[in-house]
């Protein structure tokens, strides 16, 4: 296989698209030309297909053990490694992300997929519990219960714009699902159609060396949204899975909710990811303040699901220096190609609603040039920032908004005021711990990670990982999108009573041949 | 205290609600009689002050630690057991339960209590994780990483009205939100408004005696809906818990989903529960199986969540015998009381239009008396059964229909069909097996819970049992309202990224002060 097979065409399974649906382009967003092949939309049918082979496969995939689930996700790695010329020339064609961007993130989504075949192969991760029977006990005698958790049913994905591969076709949603042992069908990202074709054509190739069923994986175009929203209200589908813009996943919660049979749509959608400089650290290291957020804000374009939007400086000289020093760097920066021409002119179009608000200071907005972006720097007070809730949406580009406190008071007055985040950031120094302490205690029911002297900017992928929050930064802030933890959402607990050890999954017959840990009348144990 | 403390207004935490909502009374099912005191509906002004003290509360519940969240649960524990000679009086009064049954559902009540205590006591609920730095990583150091479970907030649970303890006032979602750590109000069922007040009112003992803020618990009382509503719709409540109607349950969803901020409902809803007659146990003890299930469909007079509603009997002589056999005992069954006049009313509409579907046989089906409930038995084919979705709707009351199969195969086709269901139960010998295996295999999908040789009916309160199941059964697939999982609705994860140790919960921190098992570096550790 190679990237010369890019047919342009959905994947149904094992068999391919046919022509009649709407097509579209891929497009080189550094220079506006379009790209080969064409794509075809997904008709109606073919949708219809992809769910029907996805439910008539769940029964085999809840079945696989967690060593055969294992051997798929590693299997998968490894062809998206086979793949690794093909992501280095497609990536940055169609999404103007440098070459070792499309290498990094290449190992980041292996790596990914390599934590959850860990995962499931060892299995423990299913949370097996058993309380024993008790036939003496009054007034009733105790009934033996065993339960664990158990694949939820066909998964919907959504690939999202701008990270073609990490959270794109076999990203950290499709590795979770899979693991999970629920079949998957993404829709892709009509920005970066080939890279998603290419690494739909690595899973396919995996799901057939591995002998799981065809209707593990579908992969689905569309140059608009009509497959999408029939892929939600598809009355086969138990999830939705999904990351972007608040209004993009907001209606994809809305369409779930209305469906005969509701069911949950987990939404990595909008934050602006505040930043808290506080008073000793401002003074201690002003400049290297300035470069760790000025970098932050610019990382890839500032297209970061946690890119610092909101800077949080105490007024007064020392905040006066930083804010000084963020602006010239700011204005020195060059433009740079967006992932697409219509990101870069909402990024354009945000900035300059930001900057016509009332009470907000231009320190840095430049004329945008299209399909490129340039960083813009604002500045506000914190009275206006929590009395006007358009300055708490976020701009998705290199645009910040400085926000000055009077003091540590005023600081945790605007964290309570936020909407929810995925990330919060404190930047302190020994001398702020009494200002940290009680800010961490605010920020923490606002956000879903909180940090300190770091970037929010990289999000690790490992167990104790939280990439989620309180809406709008998702749709359901008990759920993380990235980390082992993601796998939850796409499992339900099921419970047998008094079923003989034959008839029980492996997970919970009596001498736990799968050694996995536990929980037996009350305690863990690995017996 | 005592039962003439009962004063028909709401607790607003630790206040009393005023005159000037609409008033209602309770009344005694058995007689019709109009029960004392007069009870009066919460005003929008009452709702919005329950609910600003909860969320003030927030944050204190958050701090309390394990301990002492185990010793508010047990406090309430023993607030109710000090008021069981009013609990023996008004339930009966006011549901026509017999006393038995109002001690009987107290000592669950109380051991739910105080097995919510003992997990939040011990603490490794909250999944703690740790992920070590490791500075030296290439080609990005890797940061600190730790995450545990952290409430959510108010939490608002409607009351149900068959288990005017269990999942009421005190009830299970009440006891696992409180144990989560997020302060509870709750609309109490107007059909029993005195056992409300009475078990309301042992809470705001316990959390006064106990030191929490006034704003951990309220309870509101409404003659309608609007209240419950009121509740949905206000911007500080973070979840809702039902037990009830899917059409209840629906009608909160839909309010949850359009808030301009999006929360859960956790709603137990409707269910069949069917119950599988396998052909070896059918032969082998006909008449044991028929007294067995006319008991689970007559217990309480039919009103449990798993009440089973659906018998499916294979086809021939040895079903015809279980089939006349149950005829013959529901027959000879008397009416009882329900638990309101519109359940009885309900009961026997759904139950009239049951008997005049095309296709259906009546087997009994009495004349039924206002306010009472005398079983139905009704009998159907497979074929009918799966293509009438009339015939698989639940209806409330000691009620059932029988489906009559073919063979085995059409035993797992019916088994396909069915909706989401709460139980499903099998009756089988070891000649059963091989079906048995497969039937299991089906219902998995279909059920919470799936049990062997028993009656749904009886849900036993521990760490491994489901007590939800595929909508329209729950709202929520992958929650149980019953059990030590029914803790994790309430709770959501928080990371927290290279913090200090003296910034860190206890749960986090290096030293594992708490000596609770957590996660570290991948491997489940007391260290």
């Known amino acids: 296989m190679s990237a010369n097979d890019l047919k342009g065409f959905s994947l149904i399974g094992a068999s391919r698209g046919s022509i009649g649906g709407a097509v579209f382009h891929g497009v080189n967003p550094a220079t506006g030309e379009s790209l080969q092949p064409i794509y075809h939309s997904a008709g109606a049918q073919e949708i219809d297909e992809a769910v029907q082979l996805a439910a008539a496969a769940s029964a085999d995939l809840a079945r696989r053990s967690g060593t055969e689930r294992a051997a798929l996700l590693r299997a998968i790695a490894e062809e998206l490694e086979n793949a690794r010329a093909d992501f280095e020339r497609l990536v940055p064609l169609e999404t103007a992300l440098p070459t070792a961007r499309a290498g990094g993130e290449l190992g980041r989504t292996t790596g990914q997929?390599?934590?959850?075949?860990?995962?499931?192969?060892?299995?423990?991760?299913?949370?097996?519990?058993?309380?024993?029977?008790?036939?003496?006990?009054?007034?009733?005698?105790?009934?033996?219960?065993?339960?664990?958790?158990?694949?939820?049913?066909?998964?919907?994905?959504?690939?999202?714009?701008?990270?073609?591969?990490?959270?794109?076709?076999?990203?950290?949603?499709?590795?979770?699902?899979?693991?999970?042992?629920?079949?998957?069908?993404?829709?892709?990202?009509?920005?970066?159609?080939?890279?998603?074709?290419?690494?739909?054509?690595?899973?396919?190739?995996?799901?057939?060396?591995?002998?799981?069923?065809?209707?593990?994986?579908?992969l689905l175009f569309d140059a608009g949204h009509e497959a999408g929203a029939a892929l939600v209200r598809h009355p086969l589908v138990r999830a939705v899975a999904f990351t972007g813009s608040t209004a993009g996943g907001r209606a994809l919660m809305d369409l779930a909710a209305t469906r005969a049979q509701p069911i949950p749509v987990f939404a990595e959608m909008g934050s602006i990811n505040p930043v808290?400089?506080?008073?000793?650290?401002?003074?201690?290291?002003?400049?290297?303040?300035?470069?760790?957020?000025?970098?932050?804000?610019?990382?890839?374009?500032?297209?970061?699901?946690?890119?610092?939007?909101?800077?949080?400086?105490?007024?007064?000289?020392?905040?006066?220096?930083?804010?000084?020093?963020?602006?010239?760097?700011?204005?020195?920066?060059?433009?740079?190609?967006?992932?697409?021409?219509?990101?870069a002119q909402r990024h354009a179009e945000g900035a300059a609603q930001l900057g016509r608000r009332d009470g907000v200071m231009v320190l840095v907005a430049p004329a945008q040039a299209a399909g490129t972006a340039q960083p813009n720097l604002f500045e506000t007070d914190a009275e206006?920032?929590?009395?006007?809730?358009?300055?708490?949406?976020?701009?998705?580009?290199?645009?910040?908004?400085?926000?000055?406190?009077?003091?540590?008071?005023?600081?945790?007055?605007?964290?309570?005021?936020?909407?929810?985040?995925?990330?919060?950031?404190l930047l302190a120094d020994t001398d702020d711990e009494i200002a940290a302490a009680a800010l961490i205690e605010t920020l923490t029911n606002v956000a879903g990670r909180v940090l300190m002297n770091g970037v929010p900017t990289g999000v690790e992928v490992s167990a104790a990982m939280v990439h989620g929050g309180p809406y709008p930064a998702s749709s359901d802030a008990r759920s993380t999108s990235v980390g082992t933890a993601a796998i939850e959402r796409f499992a339900r607990r099921v419970c047998y009573q008094n079923l003989p050890d034959a008839l029980l999954p492996a997970a919970l017959q009596e001498a736990n041949p799968l050694r996995i840990l536990r929980l037996v009348d009350g305690a863990r144990a690995l017996r």
């Open 113 to 218: 997929l390599r934590l959850f075949a860990d995962l499931v192969e060892e299995g423990s991760w299913i949370d097996a519990r058993i309380d024993h029977a008790d036939p003496q006990r009054q007034p009733l005698p105790k009934p033996d219960l065993r339960s664990l958790l158990r694949p939820i049913g066909p998964v919907v994905v959504f690939g999202a714009s701008n990270f073609p591969l990490a959270f794109s076709v076999a990203g950290g949603d499709t590795a979770s699902a899979l693991a999970a042992g629920c079949p998957v069908i993404v829709k892709a990202h009509p920005a970066h159609p080939a890279t998603s074709e290419r690494a739909g054509l690595a899973i396919t190739a995996a799901v057939a060396r591995c002998g799981f069923p065809a209707g593990t994986f579908s």
């Open 276 to 343: 808290f400089v506080l008073p000793a650290a401002l003074v201690a290291r002003t400049d290297a303040i300035a470069n760790q957020l000025h970098a932050s804000v610019l990382q890839g374009v500032g297209q970061f699901c946690t890119s610092p939007g909101l800077i949080v400086i105490p007024a007064g000289p020392a905040g006066d220096d930083l804010r000084d020093r963020l602006r010239d760097r700011f204005a020195a920066s060059t433009a740079a190609a967006m992932l697409t021409a219509g990101i």
């Open 384 to 425: 206006r920032f929590i009395a006007d809730v358009m300055l708490q949406e976020e701009v998705f580009g290199p645009t910040s908004l400085i926000v000055r406190v009077r003091d540590d008071a005023q600081m945790r007055e605007l964290a309570a005021a936020l909407p929810g985040q995925l990330t919060a950031t």
